[in-house]
Nanobody
Framework: QLQFVESGGGLVQPGGSLTLSCAAS????????IGWFRQAPGKDREGVSC????????NFVYSVKGRFTLSRDNAKNTVYLQMNNLTPDDTAVYYC???????????????????WGQGTQVTVSS
């Protein structure tokens, strides 16, 4: 079962940008789809974005559409979440994990055998 390590978080001012990395422990194509989730203090974990690695089709939650993008580097077994125009509402711990793929798309539902990693903290504050 592939494991993923998140990195790239940090402190950024409102309006700033960050790129998060999700590095797989092996061939990332072994996962059908990868999802990014986040959990803010006192809130439930929510799906932010996901990508089907077979079709390259991606989903974004409404609150980040137009601000976040996904990219991938198969040679590095890494998926990136580029976050632009960040706001304090984006403050959270961000996680990546293998998610369910269906009909060429992806779902904000982790695979049953997948395990959450440590995540990476993103703090947006002036």
């Amino acid at each position: 079962q592939l494991q993923f390590v998140e990195s790239g978080g940090g402190l950024v001012q409102p309006g700033g940008s960050l790129t998060l990395s999700c590095a797989a422990s092996g061939d990332i194509l072994g996962a059908s789809a990868i999802g990014w989730f986040r959990q803010a203090p006192g809130k439930d974990r929510e799906g932010v974005s996901c990508i089907n690695l077979r079709t390259n089709l991606a989903n974004f939650v409404y609150s980040v559409k137009g601000r976040f993008t996904l990219s991938r580097d198969n040679a590095k077994n890494t998926v990136y979440l580029q976050m632009n125009n960040l706001t304090p509402d984006d403050t959270a711990v961000y996680y990546c994990i293998a998610v369910v793929a269906s009909d060429g798309f992806c779902q904000y539902r982790k695979k049953p055998s997948a395990r959450w990693g440590q995540g990476t903290q993103v703090t947006v504050s002036s």
